[in-house]
């Protein structure tokens, strides 16, 4: 039997857990919370720091392969692994994601255009950084923001940038520029070891309170826009020699052309569709992928729309169930908080639904 490690033991390593047993791998996660997602449905837990040396030891002799279901593994902790096992997708993926510096610099590198930036350590870097995108621009920490935390946004010059260094806790910053989008997507995309390459369509996102809301396939984009996600996935692929999943994020601007925001080397939260809509989800494709194995058919089989559960959301659980045309999936969190995500739903229709 091939067992398959996951550092990280979110609802992203349950599901990909939940793929790989129907291949025939065991599944060992690391993740020092006890009774997280992943642990109820892997074969073992390794309860420990993602960077503690005895864990990594037992994970590295346990395991034939090991992945990731998060971007902010500790790259030395990633290296010393790779040093015995594979790990994909590779360390390199991480540092090129931890960071939205370097991030932004890599994906130039790659021909790819971004958001303007300019690096901020410190009040007086802020005040230059906006006054040269004239008072407007979106202010991020480097490193470990998501959902929109750790975000400030500077809509006109008349917003004061008095004390927002200090105020995004007086970490290294980066500034970008705003950019006027028109619409959000995002494509799923996967690389094989032997350097084969397969997209899922791109899907439109829709945030809410700075966390995902909707992802609705197809995307309102030409077919020339489509086409260029996937043309900047493949650069970004070949890049980084890379196997797995990725997911990436762009802004469509209103004339079709794509700004990228930032990419996830893991799968995405705005792929969840492929569960419901194609016959090989991309959580199967990372587990093929990362196995040595063919990826699977990346074609749609319906419209549809990914909903995403959030705190009280799942109070309509049962309205949600009585849908005949949903899927739903839980991630196996007993207490609900507010922005927590608790689940999905997936609706095979090509109707935005708002409510169950
Ligand atoms: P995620 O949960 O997707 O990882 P995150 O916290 O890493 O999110 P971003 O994706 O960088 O944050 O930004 C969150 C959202 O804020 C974007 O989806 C977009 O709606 C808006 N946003 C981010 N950067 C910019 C920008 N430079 N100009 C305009 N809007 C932006
Ligand atoms: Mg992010
Ligand atoms: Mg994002």
């Known amino acids: 039997v091939t067992t398959i490690g996951i550092i990280g033991g979110g609802q992203l390593g349950r599901m990909l857990a939940m793929a790989a047993a129907r291949l025939n791998f065991r599944i060992v996660i690391l993740e020092p919370q006890a009774d997280c997602p992943a642990a109820q449905v892997a074969n073992e837990q390794i309860v420990a ?3 503690d040396p005895a864990a990594l030891a037992e994970l590295a002799t346990s395991c034939d392969i090991i992945t990731y279901e998060f971007e902010n593994v500790p790259v ?6 790779a040093s015995k096992v594979p790990v994909y997708p590779p360390p390199k993926a991480l540092e090129a994601a931890q960071d939205r510096l370097i991030e932004k610099r890599f994906i130039n590198g790659c021909g790819i255009p971004t958001a303007g930036f300019h690096s901020v ?13 004239g ?22 010059a008349a917003d004061t940038a008095a004390g927002a260094f200090a105020a995004l806790g007086g970490v290294p910053l980066i500034l970008e520029s705003f950019v006027s989008f028109e619409r959000e997507i995002s494509i799923i995309a996967a690389r094989a070891t032997d350097g084969t390459i397969a997209c899922y369509d ?3 996102n829709v945030h809410r309170d700075g966390i995902l809301h909707t992802s609705t396939v197809p995307a309102s984009i030409s077919a020339e826009t489509a086409a260029a996600a996937r043309e900047a996935a493949e650069k970004i692929l070949a890049a980084l020699g890379y196997v797995g999943v990725i997911g990436i994020e762009f802004f469509v601007l209103a004339d079709g052309s794509l700004i990228a925001n930032e990419m996830a080397p893991r799968v995405h939260n705005s792929g969840h569709w492929t569960e419901a809509a194609c016959v090989i989800s991309q959580f199967e494709q990372h587990i093929r992928a990362v196995a040595g194995l063919p990826l699977g058919n990346t074609g749609r089989q319906s419209d549809c729309v990914m909903q995403n559960l959030i ?15 949903t899927l739903v999936h839980l991630y196996g969190k007993t207490e609900s908080r507010p922005g927590r995500k608790m689940g999905h739903v997936t609706i095979l229709t090509a109707n935005l639904p708002v409510s169950p």
């Open 49 to 51: 720091a993602y960077d």
């Open 76 to 81: 030395a902790a990633a290296e010393t692994l």
């Open 121 to 133: 350590d410190s009040q007086a870097d802020l005040e230059a950084a906006l006054k040269d995108f």
């Open 135 to 156: 008072g407007r621009g979106v202010l991020k920490t480097r490193r470990l923001g998501y959902d929109g935390k750790g975000q400030r946004v500077f809509r006109s």
């Open 202 to 204: 791109p899907a439109e």
């Open 311 to 325: 705190g009280d959301d799942i109070l309509e659980l049962r309205d949600w169930l009585r849908r005949p045309d």
